[in-house]
């Protein structure tokens, strides 16, 4: 296991630790940063910050994760952002939200994931938090890989195969 992979499975693990827990006072806290940009929402910063490893430049995807994950803490270590929508089933405005996400740039994140969440919360369907960290931090990367592992999960069912760029790839072993 590669230290990133530690880093976003023992991140999650805490995660699910609140949810286990029934840590109300936490997750309330971490909802509060909803579709706000790190630091704006201070009652997050002792929950996040001591946990995001030392040396991180981009805070985003784990005050992001975190904040979705209070929204709706039913977690799965299977699949992607993909496969949840596709679990939502084929309907028009998920269609057009996937599709919006997909096409979104980092500042229009917060938003549209929160919306996602929100309707896998709404549909109960679990999501894969560990994967959409590791989703996150790679999100702007030119060639897309994110957005076309999502695309075919969505629209084929099969994972993308990403063994031609190991630098595109999740870390060893599947999803972090």
């Known amino acids: 296991m590669t230290d990133r992979e530690r880093e ?4 999650v ?5 609140l949810a286990r827990r029934q840590d109300r006072g936490a ?7 909803l579709g706000k940009q790190p630091g704006e929402a201070p009652e997050m910063l002792p929950l996040v910050v001591p946990r995001i490893p030392a040396g991180t430049r981009d805070l985003g ?14 977690s799965t270590p299977e699949g992607n ?4 929508y596709c679990r939502l089933g084929d309907h028009d ?10 096409d979104s740039h980092r500042d229009e994140l917060p938003d549209r994931l929160r919306h996602a969440i929100g309707m896998a919360r709404a549909a109960q369907v679990p ?3 560990r994967q959409l960290l590791w989703d996150l931090h790679r999100w702007d990367h030119e060639r897309r890989p994110v957005q076309l592992a999502w695309a075919r999960s969505y629209w084929s069912g099969r994972p993308l195969d990403q063994s031609e760029d190991a630098a595109d790839a999740p870390p060893e072993g599947g999803a972090p």
């Open 8 to 11: 976003l499975n023992s991140f």
């Open 13 to 17: 693990g805490y995660l699910e630790g």
């Open 27 to 33: 997750l309330a806290g971490l909802r509060r940063g």
């Open 61 to 74: 995807p784990w005050f992001q994760v975190a904040s979705l994950f209070a929204l709706h803490p039913e």
């Open 81 to 84: 952002l993909g496969d949840t």
């Open 93 to 102: 405005s998920a269609r057009k939200r996937f599709v919006a996400l997909l």
């Open 127 to 129: 999501v894969n938090y």
